[in-house]
């Protein structure tokens, strides 16, 4: 009965309000330039605008493609439609989905773990809200009176909690891991030495993309046939 519940009124429920509140989200992006177009007449030079998306889609096209496949597992469908709504996916939305189903005792991508990531997700953007809100107020001033030391330590938060994050799925999967670590450290290194610079921008997507995939392999590969690791 859950899982019916789940399939048949949940999920297409939560299809609806994702994607009406994705289009409201996109509606809203463009909504400033619209009204500086149509009340003030403000438009900018077609070549400048397509200067501009060429050099924002080359820096950051590649996570349009990367992100979604990544975080998927993790978040579950509600979760991604949340996480690209919200904003700050890696270093707050998913840590917090990947947390509360660990906490929660579930596995990521089971329609259970997906329900947790849901919940974990929307107490994250809660609280990010509330927290975001006093930074705003506060935060110049109380950044300005910590020392430089403590300022240049934040810029390792988040190689920090992605660390921590790849103990917590690696000791379930220690052989997946160490492979995926191994091979990793192989492409950057790869990378580094100029491998790749036939690819255009090889540097900004390789090493994420092709880590995903060949981890995606493996794990169907290796699928059914061994128990995983303990």
Same mark, same amino acid.
């Given at each position: 009965m859950n899982k019916d519940y789940f399939e048949n009124e949940y999920m297409p429920q $939560?299809?609806?309000? %994702?994607?009406?509140?994705?289009?409201? %989200?996109?509606?809203? @992006?463009?909504?400033? =330039?619209?009204?500086?177009?149509?009340?003030? &007449?403000? *438009?900018?030079?077609?070549?400048? *605008?397509?200067?501009?998306?060429?050099? /924002?889609? #080359? /820096?950051? %096209?590649?996570?349009?493609?990367?992100?979604?496949? #990544?975080?998927?597992?993790?978040? &579950?469908?509600?979760?991604?439609? $949340? =996480?690209?709504? @919200? &904003?700050?996916?890696?270093n707050m939305r998913v840590p917090c989905a990947s947390m509360a189903q660990i906490s929660a005792g579930v596995e990521p991508g089971s329609d259970e773990g997906s329900?947790? =990531?849901?919940?974990?997700m929307a107490t994250s953007i809660v609280i990010n809200v509330s927290v975001l809100t006093i930074g705003v107020i506060l935060g110049s001033s109380v950044l300005s009176m910590l020392?430089? #030391?403590?300022?240049?330590? *934040?810029?390792?938060?988040?190689? =920090?909690?992605?660390?921590?994050? *790849? $103990?917590?799925?690696?000791?379930?999967?220690? @052989?997946?891991? &160490?492979? $995926?670590?191994?091979?990793?450290?192989?492409?950057?290194? /790869?990378?580094?030495?100029g491998v790749f610079n036939w690819l255009p921008g090889a540097s900004n997507y390789l090493g994420t993309l092709s880590s995903v995939f060949v981890a995606i392999a493996i794990t169907l590969f290796t699928y059914g046939k061994k128990p995983a690791d303990k």
């Open positions: $939560m299809h609806r309000i %994702g994607k009406l509140t994705g289009f409201l %989200g996109v509606v809203l @992006s463009f909504a400033p =330039a619209a009204v500086l177009a149509v009340v003030y &007449g403000l *438009l900018p030079n077609p070549a400048a *605008l397509l200067t501009a998306f060429i050099a /924002a889609a #080359s /820096a950051f %096209g590649f996570l349009w493609v990367v992100e979604p496949i #990544s975080y998927f597992t993790v978040l &579950g469908p509600v979760g991604t439609y $949340m =996480a690209f709504l @919200s &904003g700050n996916i890696s329900i947790i =990531a849901t919940i974990g020392p430089a #030391s403590v300022t240049e330590a *934040l810029n390792y938060l988040l190689p =920090a909690l992605f660390g921590a994050l *790849l $103990m917590q799925f690696g000791l379930k999967q220690k @052989s997946l891991a &160490g492979t $995926m670590l191994v091979f990793s450290i192989l492409v950057c290194i /790869a990378l580094k030495a």
